[in-house]
């Protein structure tokens, strides 16, 4: 059985009919409903919210891992658990620096 993230049940919640009180309350419905204490949920809107930015290009790598208040090698392997690549490169410009990188060095 998958097991499901925090942030896919955050995703459904929020698509999913939920009372039309104030935002406040809407929070602490979801921290009782998730049945999450209020740091990890925190901590998880926090990467929710950077995965986001990147993804929409509104935030480079580096600004995308600290608002998720992690370091780049944490935030990438969080990315690459979720099936998210943190890079777009066509196959020819990853071609172009396979080969650069192949290039040897003047010194």
């Given at each position: ?23 406040e309350t809407k ?33 480079s790598l580096g ?14 392997a969080a990315l ?28």
């Amino acid at each position: 059985m998958p097991t499901v993230s925090l942030g896919d049940k955050l995703s459904c919640m929020l698509e999913n009919s939920v009372p039309e009180e104030d935002l406040e309350t809407k929070l602490e419905y979801l921290i009782l409903t998730l049945r999450e204490q209020p740091g990890e949920l925190a901590q998880e809107m926090r990467l929710v919210a950077a995965i986001h930015y990147l993804r929409e290009k509104r935030l480079s790598l580096g600004q995308a891992a600290r608002l998720a208040g992690m370091n780049h090698l944490d935030f990438l392997a969080a990315l690459a658990a979720r099936g998210i690549p943190a890079f777009e490169l066509s196959a020819e410009d990853a071609a172009a620096e396979i080969t650069a990188e192949q290039r040897p060095r003047s010194l």
